[in-house]
């Protein structure tokens, strides 16, 4: 299996430009995650989904992000409009039934 | 806040050493993982303790769980040079939803 697949890796933008970072889960798992990191603070949840539903979104820091998985395979973090302080690396990660997390290579955005 | 938080936050051994890592945690847990981070990689999960497991082992790894304490530790015996990355826990609390809290990690440094 190719394990979790981001895109892209890395991002440059300018404040007030839209975001959107694409992740693949593993095929057959159930959960995905998407997370953030930081070196102030650390690796924050932002939102996961069981079964390409939404469970608890209550990390995302405002409305300008949104999460969605529109089928099993395939999921978008987006942020609009983008802040300098959006800057950080975003991970997204999958497990089947709990336990084990795997996780992406992350995409480092940086928002000028 | 962080529902992990380990200690010490840098630790710098020689080759062969073994390295002892601490984490801490505040609300009563399912299990407890280990993961490890490349820098500028994803993180890769290293092992998986159980609420009702006292002591694990895999490999050069050992990792004990006191739920008492509310502790954690994670030994890596004969320490590589390869072992240098940063070290995270991870915490599936009670009625979380699987949703894994993190640590902010040990940075391990491994000198040949």
């Known amino acids: 299996d190719a394990g979790v697949i981001q895109s892209p890796r890395h991002e440059v933008t300018e404040m007030g430009q839209e975001v959107t970072l694409r992740c693949k889960p593993i095929?057959?798992?159930?959960?995905l995650f998407w997370y953030r990191q930081t070196m102030m603070r650390g690796l924050e949840l932002l939102i996961y989904?069981?079964?390409?539903?939404?469970?608890?979104d209550s990390g995302m820091p405002e409305d300008r992000f949104s999460a969605k998985m529109p089928n099993a395979s395939f999921s978008t973090l987006k942020i609009q409009p983008s802040e300098p302080r959006d800057s950080a690396v975003y991970f997204c990660?999958?497990?089947?039934?709990?336990?084990?997390?795997?996780f992406g290579e992350g995409s480092r955005l940086t928002v000028l | 806040s962080q529902q992990g938080e380990e200690d010490p936050q840098a630790l710098s051994i020689q080759e062969g050493e073994n390295a002892t890592m601490n984490c801490s945690y505040k609300?009563?847990?399912?299990?407890l993982q280990w993961y490890r981070q490349n820098s500028g990689r994803g993180l890769v999960h290293l092992i998986l303790?159980?609420?009702?497991?006292r002591e694990k082992h895999s490999g050069r790894l050992r990792v004990t769980l006191d739920t008492s304490k509310k502790s954690s530790s994670l030994l890596i015996t004969a320490s590589r040079a390869a072992d240098t990355a940063s070290y995270f826990c991870?915490?599936?609390?009670?009625?979380?939803?699987?949703?894994?809290?993190f640590g902010e990690g040990t940075q391990l440094t491994v000198n040949p």
């Open positions: 990660a999958s497990t089947i039934g709990g336990g084990e997390l795997f």
């Open positions: 095929s057959g798992h159930n959960s």
């Open positions: 989904f069981n079964n390409n539903v939404p469970i608890d």
């Open positions: 609300t009563s847990i399912n299990n």
């Open positions: 303790i159980r609420s009702n497991e």
């Open positions: 991870a915490t599936d609390a009670l009625a979380s939803g699987s949703r894994l809290t």
